[in-house]
């Protein structure tokens, strides 16, 4: 069956850091992956998308990759502040439309 | 201006009852969708409307029922609501349903009790 993991429930750096998430996924073959970032009693907000041809992409302090040969993307944040503290989806999205999420990774960024 | 909006935010309600929920965008999406948000904060698709039409109807009970009105309105009524039905409800729309990205609302909290 279909699955996707993110790494570990919590991930905890220091203000200034990279912080990075890992989204790992078997039994799919998605056209493209998304990620989005979700604070406590809000919707998720998106972020970047990623399509199955591309490596990587880029936003301001974020970077994300897709390997589609390993079955991961990874999503990278430079300079990390406290603001960015949050938790972080990741999506995977056939071409039915049908997105697939995983369970999140909550980042908190310590001053 | 909110983008996509769902009323009401909480919902508490005895067992047994039924409930709806309203959702409308105002982003002139085509594509709506509504999703459940458990306490292991898992994120799963329930419904799908393009443009009033149902394209993604996962297993879900037959106590729940969309309807859309219209592409900027996606409803959810809940029947006969159960203590399992507890979770946040989000509703999402996006451009043509397929590398957008959606846009969520801010969640509707439904406790059974």
């Known amino acids: 069956s279909q699955k996707i993991e993110q790494n570990s429930e919590a991930l905890n750096i220091q203000e200034g850091k990279t912080a990075t998430l890992t989204c790992n996924y078997t039994?799919?073959?998605?056209?493209?992956l998304q990620w989005y970032r979700q604070d406590p009693g809000r919707g998720p907000v998106f972020l970047l998308l990623?399509?199955?041809?591309?490596k990587e992409k880029r936003k301001e302090r974020l970077k994300v990759t897709f390997d589609t040969t390993l079955k991961q993307s990874l999503f990278h944040i430079t300079a990390s502040q406290p603001a960015d503290s949050a938790t972080y989806l990741c999506?995977?999205?056939?071409?039915?439309?049908?997105?697939?999420f995983g369970d999140g990774t909550t980042l908190t960024v310590k001053p | 201006d909110t983008a996509v909006s769902q009323t009401p935010k909480y919902l508490v309600t005895q067992m047994g009852n039924d409930k709806s929920i309203k959702c409308e965008q105002n982003l002139g999406h085509d594509t709506m969708y509504w999703y459940k948000q458990d306490s292991k904060k898992f994120l799963k698709i329930m419904f799908s409307y393009n443009n009033k039409e149902l394209i993604i109807n996962e297993t879900v009970p037959n106590r729940f029922s969309p309807k859309s009105p219209d592409k900027a309105h996606l409803n959810l009524h809940i029947n006969s609501l159960e203590l399992g039905d507890s979770a946040v409800y989000f509703c999402?729309?996006?451009?043509?349903?397929?590398?957008?990205?959606?846009?969520f609302g801010s969640g509707t909290r439904l406790t059974v009790v």
């Open positions: 039994n799919y073959s998605p056209a493209y």
């Open positions: 999402a729309s996006s451009q043509n349903g397929q590398g957008a990205g959606y846009t």
């Open positions: 990623i399509r199955e041809n591309e």
């Open positions: 999506a995977l999205d056939s071409n039915a439309g049908k997105s697939t």
